[in-house]
């Protein structure tokens, strides 16, 4: 009978019956192939792992490991410059990595120069890198079109600027930063200065209410200062003529300044009327913030341009207390102008009267370049000028918000932050909804990229359409709350409406390029005290005996090894002689 294997690899064939006859000489040697799966022996890793660990300890060992993770991250790095070399806009790759980390990991449609390529998918905000960002076409931004006055039409020294890679990651600093921009030597932004002023598109000459309607006639119409514009005043000022005449603060008295609200001494009215090219404009009421001296401005500028700061009564106070404010007027830079009689309670609405009504204050200027108190100008103005109005060929320029760009949200926002009260905010955005057909911002409303301003810096030409679109703003906010950032689109977007016109809405990070902002008065007087530097006593460690070195016996481990192989040998053989017996 013959048998069949059943997977018991005893490699006898026969022999069993040899032994159980008698007949040992026939009986075969047994040499039996070691299978793989006792090849692993847990007392082989047992030596191996003390062996590993004592080697890994040495220096050179070490060594070599450490240049081979160099090597690694060497080859890998160069890997990814390569695939990034792919990038077919990297100046837009950059700008969009920049405006992500500016708004802090929330993603929405952020375009740049109103000027679009093609439709792209938005990124999704829980991603911390971005492979697909949106591509933008920036060469309109640099081209100046032709305009008169300018040094060259093509070949703009910042025709290939290219942005350098985003700043890495930082825990501790996760809100917006500035990037960089590109600036033109300052005797080349003085070159590209247009000699004649922009065309204003459809309106031609702009007059201003003087002296009417000054008793309101709706329950939220306005001030005394800006005349109780009604509605269907308001309404009409929005359709655009050649000749307009429209609400613009200052309707009492015989010239803006002069017994109006918000006055100002002869002297300084005999300043504001002279002619400049450029001004730099900016305000402090209620001491509200602390001056911050311009930075970094060239000799051109400082002998061309004048800085004015205006202040109240309660500012001026605290400045000559403080003497910081003598006779002269003068702090640095800055060209003090003392305003009387200011006609609101709230500072912050105040300020919004020279931030918006400058053609007013100053009516033979052609340029103005307005900044919060609380900003620290740190760029030559004609930089300025030259990068978001010349360059451009734009005539308003003011950045987007850094992180919203709908009314809806910036309301909400404003209510959790107690900006304003709650009611007069909803009236207010509930008014621009129903009446003016406010929407939420969407892709729908492209190349407008934004609804929100970040309002502390604005670039402008006064011509007629500039003029009457701060007059139309600062009506808003003297009919309803002081938080321009609700009314802008909707004033804005009622002009463009009518006519050929556009705001430079660039982003916010080239606006924390030139200005550095800084805490309010009151943040900085509550913050707690710089904590005194820890000194640290370090006490000398206790003598150390010395112990010299024992040397071990090299011949230990050997004899153990050799040791466990002459027995195994042994139970081998006892092993084998059982069998056989």
């Not at 205006?310 to 003068?330: H, P």
């Not at 010349?390 to 918000?401: E, G, L, V």
Request: proline share 8%.
């Amino acid at each position: 009978m013959t048998g069949v294997s059943l997977g018991l690899r005893t490699g006898s064939y026969g022999s069993l019956q040899l032994i159980q006859n008698g007949n040992y000489s026939q009986v075969p040697v047994l040499v039996r192939r070691p299978s793989k799966t006792l090849l692993y022996n847990p007392k082989d890793k047992e030596r191996g792992c003390p062996y590993i660990c004592r080697h890994l300890g040495r220096g050179k060992v070490a060594m070599l490991l450490m240049l081979l993770c160099g090597l690694f991250i060497f080859v890998f790095g160069c890997f990814t410059l390569y695939k990034g070399g792919n990038i077919e806009n990297p100046r837009a790759y950059a700008i969009s990595t920049y405006e992500a980390i500016d708004i802090g990991g929330t993603i929405k449609a952020k375009l740049k120069d109103n000027i679009i390529s093609r439709p792209t998918p938005l990124p999704n905000r829980h991603k911390s890198s971005f492979r697909d960002p949106p591509v933008f076409h920036l060469e309109s931004s640099y081209n100046l079109k032709g305009k008169k006055g300018s040094s060259s039409t093509a070949g703009h020294l910042c025709d290939n600027f290219a942005f350098p890679p985003p700043p890495p990651a930082n825990r501790r600093r996760t809100g917006p930063r500035p990037c960089p921009v590109c600036y033109v030597p300052v005797e080349q932004a003085i070159a590209s200065m247009p000699i004649s002023p922009s065309e204003s598109p459809v309106l031609r000459t702009l007059t201003y209410a003087h002296n009417e309607n000054m008793f309101p006639r709706e329950p939220e119409g306005g001030s005394d200062f800006g005349g109780y514009p009604s509605l269907e005043e308001r309404d009409a000022s929005f359709d655009i003529k050649e000749t307009m005449k429209v609400h613009c603060g200052f309707v009492k008295g015989s010239r803006p300044g002069r017994r109006t609200g918000f006055d100002f001494d002869e002297e300084d009215l005999l300043e504001l009327d002279q002619y400049h090219d450029i001004i730099v404009a900016s305000a402090i009421f209620g001491n509200y913030d602390v001056l911050q001296q311009p930075r970094n401005i060239s000799r051109q500028a400082k002998k061309n341009i004048p800085f004015f700061m205006f202040i109240d009564k309660e500012t001026e106070i605290y400045m000559r207390n403080a003497s910081i404010l003598d006779s002269s007027r003068r702090i640095g830079l800055w060209r003090i102008i003392v305003v009387r009689n200011i006609p609101y309670a709230d500072s912050r609405r105040n300020g919004k009267i020279p931030k918006l009504l400058l053609h007013r204050i100053f009516p033979n200027i052609r340029y103005s370049i307005w900044i919060d108190g609380k900003l620290e100008l740190v760029a030559d103005p004609y930089l300025i000028l030259e990068r978001f109005l010349w360059r451009p060929n734009a005539t308003f320029a003011i950045s987007r918000h850094y992180r919203r760009f709908d009314v809806f949200v910036e309301a909400e926002a404003n209510k959790v932050a107690g900006k304003y009260e709650n009611a007069s905010i909803d009236r207010q955005v509930q008014f621009y909804q129903y009446h003016d057909g406010l929407t939420h911002y969407s892709r729908a409303k492209l190349p407008i990229t934004s609804d929100v301003p970040e309002g502390c810096v604005i670039i402008r030409e006064h011509i007629p359409i500039t003029n009457l679109f701060t007059c139309l703003w600062f009506n808003e906010v003297d009919r309803f709350t002081s938080r321009d950032q609700l009314s802008f689109s909707t004033v804005r977007d009622k002009i463009m409406a009518k006519v050929d016109w556009s705001i430079n809405m660039f982003l916010d990070c080239e606006r924390r390029n030139f200005v550095i902002q800084a805490y309010h008065r009151d943040v900085l007087e509550n913050m707690p005290p710089p904590s005194p530097p820890v000194v640290v006593i370090r006490r000398p460690n206790p003598p150390v005996s010395y112990k010299p070195p024992t040397k071990k016996n090299p011949r230990h481990g050997r004899d153990r090894r050799s040791g466990s192989r002459r027995h195994r040998k042994v139970v081998d053989n006892v092993v084998m002689n059982q069998i056989l017996i």
